[in-house]
């Protein structure tokens, strides 16, 4: 409520009393110093939740978990505190940047704490704690408790998950990792009741309905979003868990891969059943493979862990990027300790949000890794050009932009630039595309549903819908539902296999990534006519362009990146795409030959499940 104050108005010297006439003026002078103080104070409590949680994640020990859970807790509170502050500029009209500012300060939360000092320090130890027990999870198979070293962590899981096609290690590494997380139960149920208590005192319903705010629309538009974009993109994944499961139906046999059930999720690659890259031998078509393996490229080359983020960079830099920055090489972490517990999953940090960039990260040196450095760096040059930002814009337009950085340019990594780079003698001609493309499909196709399941679990563990002794069963129905895959063995509510899963334990919010996977196609398709790629109608898929070297792409991707938070993010896609809608047709189009495919292969078979 804007207040009526007396104003003193100078005019050519003569002292005017004019109650209540400047009124809105001054209180909005009010705004922008309040803002302005708000955003320095949250400057330094974020660098220094930052330094603390980067030391944490790097050593994880009860101090430094205690350490981080207290300076990210006296960085939640005093954005509670200011959230809370903000509503006595309610109904006074802000000049549009000073409006976004302080709507973000509102919604700007993955963790709210709530008031009481007591559940505000519980709910911050709980999350630090569940970061923790993630970071440390291993496996010990029985035979080997004895000798702590032979330990099985995530890495080593990634890899027998990643190689292996033995039934019987696939199910011991898949019940090995999964019993990380029943320890998590009753930590992640109250922090579930925490978390929910301070979302409600910022007038959110519940957690899932305060992530579900921060997309410049209703929150219940946005999940409709989400429900749209899964049905535009929903026969494609249809036609590609038919075919796959047929392949493994031939490799495994019928009694372990029904001809028209879900299939087994040990099988298909990886832990959680998210990316099916690794099957990719197992399931290509003879006469279809690529013409090339990359992780054998780069294991034959002696390709070191720096190499893989050299060439990261390189991408970066060819499309008018500056390099990153001498602290970056001195302070990240690229190779697994061996003395200590860190959190392998790869992460992307800006610990000053200015220059002090970081990635932390287990590398292997595999094809996938390649990928998921680029992905890490992404975030990095988005940090970058938009640390010019004031601190409240200083973020992505929103989560999933931030996610489809690195993944976009990764989809530029193909034969011809892989060539370009010296990789690859030679690039394989189009007979090659239909390989090509199915490898790329396990990677970016198997993941839609699995992205979108994450949070359409937790959306429901936040309202309540999903009671603590449904965890589990809901968990897996919602694999069902979704993805088409089951359990390889009978689970019950003593386990919790979601909190297997990175972004559970550390509550990171995970829509975000089924945003980028369909946006990265939109930014590459975009960016690729910037490129001046041969597309659309040239014969040359999408597939085959990368826009590496290309100044005009990188140039307009740069004007996206700068304007960080700063617009709504349906501007900042105009910006780049001139599309103002999230689109699956730029994902459906790049992969049109393959579900051509697919669909021949499939004939006369059962699809779905
Ligand atoms: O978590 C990540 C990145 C860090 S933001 C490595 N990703 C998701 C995952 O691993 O589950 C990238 C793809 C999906
Ligand atoms: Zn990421």
Redesign the pocket.
């Known amino acids: 409520m804007a207040s009526i104050t007396k104003t003193i108005l100078l005019i050519a010297g003569q002292a005017l009393w004019v109650p209540g006439l400047f009124a809105a003026q001054s209180t909005v002078q009010d705004a922008r110093k309040f803002l302005e103080d708000a955003e320095q104070r949250l400057l330094v409590l974020a660098n220094e939740a930052q330094q603390a949680s980067w030391v944490q994640e790097n050593f994880i020990t009860s101090d430094t978990e205690a350490l981080a859970a207290l300076a990210n807790q006296r960085a939640t509170d005093e954005q509670v505190r200011l959230a809370k502050e903000a509503k006595r500029f309610d109904g006074l009209t802000l000049p549009p940047d000073l409006a976004r500012k302080m709507r973000l300060l509102r919604i700007g939360f993955t963790l709210a704490t709530p008031a009481d000092p007591k559940e505000s320090e519980e709910v911050s130890r709980l999350a630090a704690e569940l970061d923790g027990m993630y970071g440390k999870g291993k496996y010990c198979p029985p035979a080997l408790a004895s000798s702590d070293k032979k330990c099985l962590d995530i890495g080593d899981i990634t890899r027998i998950m990643a190689a292996s096609s033995n039934p019987g290690e696939l199910l011991d590494a898949w019940k090995g990792w999964h019993a990380i997380a029943p320890p998590m139960r009753k930590d992640f149920t109250r922090f579930v009741e925490l978390s929910n208590k301070g979302a409600r005192e910022l007038g959110f319903r519940d957690t899932g309905a305060m992530w579900r705010s921060k997309y410049d629309m209703p929150p219940d538009d946005f999940a409709k979003e989400v429900d749209r974009l899964w049905a535009q993109v929903r026969p494609l994944y249809l036609s590609l868990h038919a075919y796959v499961r047929n392949r493994l139906r031939e490799k495994y046999g019928d009694a372990v891969v029904p001809a028209n059930g879900p299939i087994p999720a040990d099988l298909l690659g990886n832990i959680?059943a998210?990316?099916w890259s690794n099957i990719y031998p197992s399931v290509a078509p003879a006469g279809a493979d690529p013409g090339y393996d990359l992780t054998r490229i780069l294991v034959d080359r002696k390709t070191q862990p720096t190499d893989m983020v050299r060439y990261g960079e390189g991408f970066f830099k060819s499309l008018g990027f500056a390099p990153l920055p001498p602290t970056f090489w001195e302070r990240s972490l690229f190779v697994k300790p061996r003395d200590r517990d860190v959190v392998c999953?790869?992460?992307?940090w800006d610990v000053d949000n200015a220059e002090d960039l970081r990635i932390k990260?287990c590398i292997d040196i595999t094809a996938e890794d390649f990928t998921?450095v680029h992905?890490?760096l992404g975030?990095n040059f988005y940090q970058r050009a938009y640390s010019k930002q004031p601190f409240l814009f200083r973020d992505s337009a929103n989560d999933g932009v931030?996610?489809a950085i690195g993944?976009t340019i990764a989809l530029s990594v193909t034969p011809e630039y892989l060539v370009k780079i010296g990789l690859l003698d030679r690039a394989p001609d189009s007979s090659k595309d239909i390989g090509l493309l199915l490898k790329r499909a396990l990677e970016k196709v198997a993941?839609l549903p699995?992205?979108l399941l994450i949070d359409q679990w937790r959306w429901r563990v936040f309202s309540g819908e999903i009671p603590p002794d449904k965890y589990n069963q809901a968990w897996w129905d919602l694999r069902m539902k979704y993805q088409g895959i089951a359990p390889p063995v009978e689970r019950s509510e003593l386990d919790f296999d979601p909190g297997a899963?990175?972004?559970v334990a550390a509550n990171?919010p995970?829509t975000?990534?089924f945003l980028?996977?369909i946006m990265q196609f939109q930014f590459h398709r975009a960016l690729a006519r910037a490129a001046g790629c041969p597309v659309a109608g040239s014969g040359t898929p999408l597939s085959r362009c990368s826009i590496y070297g290309s100044k005009e792409a990188g140039e307009k991707l740069n004007r996206m990146l700068e304007m960080g938070l700063s617009r709504p993010w349906q501007e900042a896609l105009y910006e780049m795409t001139g599309e103002r809608d999230l689109d699956a047709s730029a994902i459906l189009d790049y992969f049109a030959p393959l579900q051509k495919w697919l669909d021949e292969q499939n004939k006369g078979k059962p699809v779905g499940w």
Not at 345 to 348: E, I, L, N, P, Q
Request: net charge negative.
């Open positions: 959680w998210q990316d999953h790869a992460s992307a990260m998921t992905h890490e975030h931030h996610e993944d993941f699995f992205g899963k990175y972004h990171v995970y975000r990534y980028s996977f």
